[in-house]
């Protein structure tokens, strides 16, 4: 088992920057994936990034180009730098990891950090 805590949530005004945190109790060298998804009222929750254990990413077209996900193996935390921060950015984020499971992948999942981007 696996907590993680997100922070780095909050108000922001429409073109400004937050950077996300996401730190784990554990290890995260071990696994397979790991990113941010996000949820806004009413809406689904979606895929916002993630980065593999080899370093490739991917990212929801809505933020290509605004949004960086990292990860820093040796303090177990994992980044979303989001830059031109727009309204419609404004969920609550929570990040999640997953590995390998005997049958199917185990993934874990953050209590969520609250984004409002104001107009």
């Known amino acids: 088992q696996v907590q993680l805590v997100e922070s780095g949530g909050g108000l922001v005004q429409a073109g400004g920057s937050l950077r996300l945190s996401c730190a784990a109790s554990?290890?995260?060298?071990?696994?397979?994936?790991m990113g941010w998804y996000r949820q806004a009222p009413g809406k689904q929750r979606e895929l916002v990034a993630a980065i593999t254990s080899g370093g490739s990413t991917n990212y929801a077209d809505s933020v290509k180009g605004r949004f960086t996900i990292s990860r820093d193996n040796a303090k177990n935390i994992v980044y979303l730098q989001m830059n031109s921060l727009k309204p419609e950015d404004t969920a609550v984020y929570y990040c999640?990891?997953?590995?390998?499971?005997?049958?199917?992948?185990?993934?874990?999942w953050g209590q969520g950090t609250q984004v409002t981007v104001s107009s």
């Open positions: 554990k290890s995260i060298f071990s696994f397979e994936s």
């Open positions: 999640y990891l997953e590995k390998n499971g005997p049958l199917v992948p185990l993934r874990y």
